[in-house]
């Protein structure tokens, strides 16, 4: 589950003494029977769950919720009283608040482990009411979580609802109650949008605009409930407008709107074009293509899969969903375009449609990370010699290593996928881990232009496999006579940027 350490439990008898319990509250008024215990975390997934089971049987269902954040509290107390109010004497709800403070969130922000915490109250209220199945409702999607960029595996992604997580705490959960613990999730063949349309199409539209997912709703301002820009925000804006239900989905939610706006800080830019590049994908996956690129992902999932009747149909299965979201976020994509996009106004930098129209989602991490590198010095190195000249070539590297030193917080976050260095090449020696490496050239006196071109040409040769190198030029001087020529002369290789700073 948290993809970095494995934990293990052991069991010893309670001292002879009263036991406490969590359902000791008069507001534990506890009813066996046909019950249904239903993890509800006020999210949209939770509530199509919650509606679906309403509709489907007759059980009285207990809503569990557990309360990290005031916005997360209302949202689900306002969605329990109107499924209360719709369906009088058949919902019961169930909160615990839990959250962390202090120097707590300051250790441990990734919420990774919340899953254990989560199905443990839905467990423990479960066996209190003599009940062998919880259902936990997330799309699949989103239960699966694959990795949109490096970084983001092992412990850095969460695996709230992945089917091998469920299958893990089933097993715990079954010789805790010593007898078999069925954990549900019934919308792990949908995707987002097909969550909404089920919405939508449901007896109570109406509701969604009061259902959140937003994971970072501290960044909610004002009025509304979601950021806006964080990953589960941008994943339910899309779906929608691929369901048609951008109107019901209500924009006053949003304290951002990166439809059309450039988002707050340059993270929640790779946020978006890392989902963009990932719907991509998707879009035409296959079983061949989703065991070539996502095998070591899968293999964990395949044997936990819910319905899948052997190993091959899951894959298929599962490239179909994928294909489905894939397809949606392109179809949300082209309607945003349609609304929104006016012809004679240039879009915002960073926005939806400003990314789109750049195709920036179709672009190589690396190409962009080399892109915020030119940027940052090609208007800095010119302030930072203009009044003293760098000793040699040598100073410049330091100059610029230092200089790249102080944004490498910023250029991390916004280009987490890929990593840089500012390094020398000797013979035998390389740097591992490391996607671009920039090296600094100084034309002046003693270093003319074809020496500088001896040094580059030496520097490809000996430079280590699948590393893009930025070339940055200082040539104050002016002493290159043409910058185009100088430069096409090395790029066309490939797998080099070169950058000429006067």
Known sequence: MTGDRALSFRFQPLPKQPVATLFGHEEFALRPGDTSVLMFSGGLDSLAGALQRLEASHDHVCLVSHQSSSIQKRAQTALATALTRYYPGRTSHYRFPCTLLGAQRRREETQRTRAFLFCSIGFSLAC??????????????????????????????????????????????????????????????????????????????????????????????????????????????????????????????????????????????????????????????????????????????????????????????????????????????????????????????????????????????????????????????????????????????????????????????????????????VPDHTMTGVDVHLEAKYIRAKTTPSKAREGIAADLTIRPNGVHTLFVVYDPDHAIEDDTVFRDDFQSRGGCTVLIIH
């Open 128 to 425: 209190a009411l003599k009940q062998d199945r919880i259902y936990v409702c997330e799309n699949g999607v989103t239960s699966l979580n694959f990795m949109r960029r490096e970084d983001l595996g092992d412990a850095r992604a969460s695996r709230t609802t992945n089917p091998a997580t469920l299958q893990a705490l089933e097993g715990l959960f079954s010789q805790l109650a010593e007898s078999q613990v069925i954990i549900e999730n019934p919308l792990f063949w949908k995707t987002k949008a097909d969550v909404l349309k089920l919405l939508g199409d449901g007896p109570h539209p109406d509701l969604i605009a009061s259902a959140v997912s937003c994971t970072k709703p501290i960044r909610a301002s004002g009025l509304a409930s979601h950021c806006g820009t964080c990953l589960q925000c941008v994943d339910r804006r899309l779906a929608a407008y691929a369901s048609g239900l951008e109107s019901q989905d209500g924009p006053g939610n949003y304290s951002h709107d990166f439809v059309r706006h450039t988002p707050p800080k340059k993270e929640d830019i790779t946020t978006l074009v890392d989902y963009l590049r990932q719907a991509r994908e998707f879009a035409e996956c296959g079983p061949d293509s989703l065991l070539a690129t996502r095998l070591d992902e899968i293999s964990t999932v395949v044997p936990a899969l819910p319905g899948a009747p052997d190993e091959i149909s899951a894959v298929e299965s599962l490239a179909e969903l994928l294909r489905r979201h894939g397809r949606q976020v392109r179809s949300a994509v082209k309607r945003v375009q349609a609304i929104h996009e006016e012809p004679f106004l240039r879009p915002e930098e960073g926005s939806l449609i400003a990314l789109v129209a750049s195709r920036e989602h179709l672009r190589e991490p690396v190409d962009r990370l080399v892109s915020s590198l030119q940027t940052i010095l090609g208007a800095a190195v010119p302030r930072l010699f203009r009044s003293k000249p760098p000793v040699d070539e040598n100073d410049l590297n330091e100059k610029i290593a230092a200089l790249l030193a102080t944004h490498r917080s910023d250029l991390r976050s916004e280009h987490p996928s890929v990593s840089f260095a500012c390094a020398q090449y």
